[in-house]
């Protein structure tokens, strides 16, 4: 059975970009969500999004964005990068609305 | 906002010793999950709990939730070096929408 897949695993990117994430979940998974771990700040929730539906968003400015297809494959998007931006974002997806995630391997983003 | 607090921080052990993990956390919820993170890794699901007084074990380890007391332990028996890793505790308050603890790093000392 295949896992959350992320792609790309590693990226590069300068500051005043933008970058998309991607995120291809658990078949049959409709509750997708996104979450950065830095060394200073930990694990912090940046959105859920289930059948499409954005549900929840955490405390993120508006140059983190994100978006759900009806394949249930979810991109994330930040835009203007900054130096703090860098970090592992994690994809999870989960079977229903609720019931804990199965996280995908995870994007390094490092903004230079 | 809902905060999750582990400790300890960092825990170093010898193998075959005792230990014991802590979770709180500060506003009611009784979905609390831990995970495993190996370095460079992602987040290995490790236990589920959903009830007052749930208590579920795996090998050397077993997690119980005290929902009361905003409580989760995760007790480590006999440990080994290969239970050396990042354990995270995590609350779940509106679905979906997890809150971290900050982490214990785990080493295991042969």
């Known amino acids: 059975k295949a896992g959350v897949t992320q792609t790309p695993r590693y990226l590069i990117k300068t500051r005043g970009q933008q970058v998309t994430l991607s995120c291809s979940p658990i078949s049959g998974h409709r509750s997708v969500s996104w979450y950065q771990q830095t060394p200073g700040q930990g694990l912090q929730f940046l959105f859920e999004y289930f059948s499409e539906t954005q549900r929840n968003k955490g405390n993120f400015p508006g140059r983190f964005s994100g978006r759900q297809f009806s394949n249930s494959r979810s991109e994330m998007n930040v835009s203007t990068l900054e130096l703090g931006d860098s970090a592992l974002y994690l994809c999870?997806?989960?079977?229903?609305?609720?019931?804990?995630?199965?996280f995908g391997s995870g994007t390094r983003l490092t903004v230079v | 906002e809902l905060k999750v607090e582990q400790n300890p921080l960092f825990l170093s052990m010898q193998e075959g010793k005792n230990y014991t993990i802590y979770c709180n956390y500060s506003t009611t919820s009784d979905r609390l999950y831990w995970y495993r993170q190996d370095p460079g890794k992602s987040l290995e699901s490790l236990f589920v709990l959903l009830s007052n007084g749930a208590v579920k074990q795996e090998g050397r380890l077993m997690a119980s939730l005290d929902t009361k007391a905003r409580l989760s332990t995760l007790h480590i028996t006999a440990a080994v070096h290969d239970l050396s890793a990042t354990y995270f505790c995590?609350?779940?308050?509106?679905?979906?929408?997890?809150?971290f603890g900050t982490g214990t790093s785990l080493t295991v000392i042969p």
């Open positions: 999870a997806s989960s079977p229903t609305s609720s019931g804990g995630y199965t």
């Open positions: 995590a609350v779940d308050m509106r679905g979906n929408q997890f809150y």
